[in-house]
């Protein structure tokens, strides 16, 4: 699986945007792109995934590069409940692992 | 539906103290997988298994044992318990579907706190 590189940490105010990014610049064909979050300690959380297009659900959005070498998770509207590690994974749907760097430690400030 | 459901969810073990850790999924899910996480650090594959069973090695598998008797639980055994063994267990499961667009991720237990002293 490609390596993933993130910020290793990240501020945010209440009720803003919140943009994570994660280049990947290696990454593969049929490699998608995954994005969990850890809050305290807890397992970690599926976010949202993708392969070329943009993807938006109930949690997130993920943009993702034309050239797909790297990609940016959106929460719209940020809460301190998401104050989390947040991981950006890429992996081949065969894989049988998810490797999880060290992530970017998101603070969100009232 | 409780979903990955670990016990128990803290232990201290004495050092050469054997244990089991227990994970059970009721998603029928076919892959199961067991992590550890260090203080500062991600995740980390100890073993996994794809189907009732099966099972098979991941990064960090020394020192640790694995079942899977039955398609709904997935076993994690410390034989002779060290503190290097210190450590926050997780268990995660997951859908063998093949079409990509449904293979929603991984879905992880609380986890498991364990002190080796």
């Known amino acids: 699986d490609a390596k993933t590189t993130q910020p290793p940490s990240m501020d945010c105010a209440e009720g803003r945007a919140a943009n994570l990014p994660c280049n990947h610049s290696?990454?593969?064909?049929?490699?998608?792109v995954y994005w969990y979050r850890q809050i305290h300690s807890q397992g970690p959380q599926y976010i949202i995934h993708?392969?070329?297009n943009n993807e938006t659900n109930e949690m997130a959005s993920l943009i993702i590069t034309e050239d797909r070498k790297s990609s940016t998770l959106i929460l719209p509207h940020a809460t301190l409940r998401d104050t989390a590690v947040y991981y950006c994974i890429v992996r081949d749907t065969g894989a049988n692992n998810l490797f999880f760097g060290t992530g970017t430690r998101l603070t969100v400030i009232p | 539906n409780a979903g990955v459901t670990q016990t128990p969810k803290f232990r201290v073990l004495k050092t050469g103290q054997s244990m089991t850790l227990l994970c059970a999924q009721d998603?029928?899910?076919?892959?199961m997988y067991w992590y550890r996480q260090d203080p500062g650090m991600g995740l980390r594959l100890i073993h996994y298994s794809v189907g009732e069973g099966t099972t098979a090695k991941g990064e960090v598998p020394d020192g640790y044992n694995v079942s899977r008797l039955k398609k709904q639980n997935f076993l994690l055994g410390l034989e002779s318990a060290a503190p290097s063994q210190t450590s926050v267990y997780f268990c995660?499961?997951?859908?063998?579907?093949?079409?990509?667009?449904?293979?929603?991720?991984?879905?992880f237990g609380s986890g498991t706190r364990l002190t080796v002293v």
């Open positions: 998603m029928n899910h076919e892959y």
């Open positions: 993708g392969l070329k």
């Open positions: 995660a499961s997951r859908t063998d579907s093949q079409i990509p667009i449904r293979n929603y991720g991984y879905t």
């Open positions: 290696t990454i593969s064909g049929n490699e998608y």
